[in-house]
């Protein structure tokens, strides 16, 4: 069973930073791709941004040039370095992990989520 834990959400004014974290533990032989997702009141849950298993990176165009995604594959840790933070990127922010490279894997697992509030 695999757990996904996010943390790093809280409170910050616009043009600030947060610092998100993601770590997934539980797979001995299964790879892990990490994705961030977000979802707003009233809105659909949406990319972010992630990493894939060829290592790429991918970014919704409306955080692009303000987060970046980077990893500690040693720790299964996943981080979003959020600046330039705008009242727009408020919302609950979603870990999920993929498990990859044998038949077994292939399962997603979601954590519970953070929650980010920006103001202006």
């Known amino acids: 069973q695999v757990h996904v834990v996010e943390s790093g959400g809280g409170s910050a004014q616009a043009g600030g930073s947060l610092r998100l974290s993601c770590a997934a533990s539980?797979?001995?032989?299964?790879?892990?791709?990490m994705y961030w997702y977000r979802q707003a009141p009233g809105k659909e849950r949406e990319l972010v941004s992630g990493t894939d298993r060829d290592g790429s990176t991918i970014y919704a165009d409306s955080v692009k040039g303000r987060f970046t995604i980077s990893q500690d594959n040693a720790k299964n840790t996943v981080y979003l370095q959020m600046n330039n933070l705008k009242p727009e990127d408020t919302a609950m922010y979603y870990c999920?992990?993929?498990?990859?490279?044998?038949?077994?894997?292939?399962?997603?697992?979601w954590g519970k989520g953070t929650l980010v509030t920006i103001s202006s």
């Open positions: 999920k992990t993929t498990t990859r490279g044998w038949w077994y894997c292939g399962e997603d697992y």
């Open positions: 539980g797979s001995i032989t299964c790879t892990y791709d």
